[in-house]
């Protein structure tokens, strides 16, 4: 069956993506406001996009009720500073009271009971439980389309719990052991990573 994006009602639109693009890794992404409070929401219309310089985007939507930015969106654009925490399995229940519709004065790292640790290049905390965390900087804000705001963020400094750093200087990481989670299909779903399989990759061909 075809689907013609550009006829599809929003809600449709969005079910669409929600539900093949999968599984999605989760930002969980803390800010601060300009008055200093501290916001934390998952997002995970996110990856990582480049390596040089280290980037991340994110899809920030606007919120459905006012029309207007979401926190996170409207620290960001105040600040130009974020912090991604990825999410693990042990996090995954106070990741998701973060993600309530809160007001703007709401400390929500405070409201889901977060611990959090100092960051050393930008303002924002960083949550102390998650296994990584990216210190952030944005290089670019893009409008695009009525319901949404792109962030291009650069990664200035990267935190990894010292448990999952099998070798600092061959960067041997035990990712599974980070038990990351991701978002998959329909409202409330989450993927672990785990059922793995590996293969190899073929040859390169000779260019000339
Ligand atoms: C797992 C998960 C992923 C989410 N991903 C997104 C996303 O990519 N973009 C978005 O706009 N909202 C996303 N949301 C909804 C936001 O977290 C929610 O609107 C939140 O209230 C925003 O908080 P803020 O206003 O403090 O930024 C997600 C929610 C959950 C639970």
Known sequence: MLFDMRELSLI???????????????????????DGTRNAAPYSFFNAVGDEPPMVVLGLLKDPATGGMKNTASNIAATGEFVVNLVCEADAEKMNMTSID???????????????????????????????SFECRSLEMLEIGPRQTIVIGEILVTH??????????????????????????????????????????PKPLPKD
């Open 102 to 132: 809160g007001p703007a004065d709401l400390d929500e790292l405070e409201y889901a009971n977060i611990e959090t640790l100092p960051s050393t290049a930008v303002t924002p905390e960083r949550i102390a439980s998650s296994p990584v």
């Open 12 to 34: 449709k639109r969005y079910k669409i993506l929600n539900s093949t693009i999968t599984p999605r890794p989760i930002a969980w992404i803390t800010t601060v406001s300009e």
């Open 160 to 201: 990894i719990k010292d448990e999952f750093i099998l070798d600092p200087d061959k960067v041997y990481l035990d990712t599974p052991a980070m038990k990351l989670i991701g978002r998959v299909h329909g409202s409330g779903w989450y993927a672990r990573g785990t059922d793995l399989f590996k293969m190899d990759r």
